[in-house]
Structures are given as C-alpha cells and as structure tokens.
C-alpha cells in the first residue's frame, strides 16, 4: 500500500491546479518540517502544537478574519486569549483528551453550567463553512468569486474549472 500525505485535494487534482505534476513531499515540505521541529514528545501535544502552527495561525484565523470583516463582523476568539492558551498548553495530555473525549477538562468544568446536550454536541462544520451558512451564501460563492479574479487569463482556465468543479 502506497503511503502518502492527505490534504484537501488528491495529487492528481493538485497537478490540475498547478498544470504540471507536483510531488506531495515538495508541496508539504512546510507542514513537514513544522511537524519534525515539533518539541512535544506526547502525539496528543505534538499535534496540537502543530495544528497552531499551521492550521490555526497560518489557515483558519486569517481565513475567518478575511469572512468577516468583508461582511462587517467583528469576530473573537476567547481561547485563543494568550494566559488561556499558555494555560491549557501546559495542562497534561490526559486533560485535553481523555477517553476519545476532546477537551476533557474544559467540559468538566462546565458541566454545572450548560446542558449536556450543548456540551457534548457533534461539532458540524468548520467556522469559515458556518459563517457562510448563516449569512446564506451558497458553499460554491467563494471558488466562484476566485475563478472570476482570474477571468482573461488564459493560464488560469484550467485552475477556474478544477477549483468549480472540486466545489459545486
């Protein structure tokens, strides 16, 4: 069985969007590097720190932070608050998943406070997905806006289509 990164789009897909073939090892070559200079020696704290580094940092804020100042929305991030952060970064590996329960310690905490079907509900999509929900956009309006940035250059057709067609 061949072993292979998993990302967003398959390898095949990447080279439609590039137009040429990229090797997965080159194109993760940063999230790799990040994940070997990882200092954490726990696969609980290791992957944490790595999904701040480059999920959250580099990814999902500046991605939210674009969606909602275009619609006019401030928005917060109050875990990301550095005292808490720096607090649950030393908090032990048991604490944040215990079980197969995410966030163990936080959802003990409070239990007194919240029902538990708020607690241990399903999370059911990524924020950048549920803002455009709720501001009732269709999932397609951002890939389609991008293929439109790129109308009149020949070079970018091939990208337009792959893009349209990995979201409608």
């Not at 194109?27 to 999904?51: G, H």
């Not at 674009?66 to 649950?88: C, I, K, Q, T, Y």
């Not at 079907?117 to 549920?130: M, N, V, Y």
């Amino acid at each position: 069985m061949e072993s292979h990164l998993h990302g967003a789009l398959e390898p095949k897909e990447i080279a439609e969007l590039f137009g040429e073939p990229i090797d997965p090892e080159d194109l993760y070559s940063e999230a790799i590097e990040t994940w070997e200079s990882c200092r954490q020696s726990n696969l609980v704290d290791r992957t944490l720190q790595f999904y701040t580094e480059i999920y959250l940092q580099d990814g999902i804020l500046p991605k939210v932070d674009r969606a909602s100042m275009l619609h006019g929305l401030e928005v917060r991030s109050p875990f990301l608050d550095l005292e808490v952060a720096n607090f649950a970064r030393k908090l032990p590996h048991h604490f944040k998943l215990r079980n197969g329960v995410t966030k163990y310690l936080l959802k003990k905490a409070v239990e007194p406070l919240l029902p538990a079907e708020i607690i241990h509900r399903k999370k059911w999509a990524s924020a950048p997905h549920r803002l455009m929900v709720r501001l009732r956009r269709p999932r397609t309006a951002i890939p389609r806006a991008l293929c439109s940035a790129t109308r009149g250059d020949p070079a970018a057709g091939q990208s337009r289509e792959c893009i349209t067609r990995a979201y409608d």
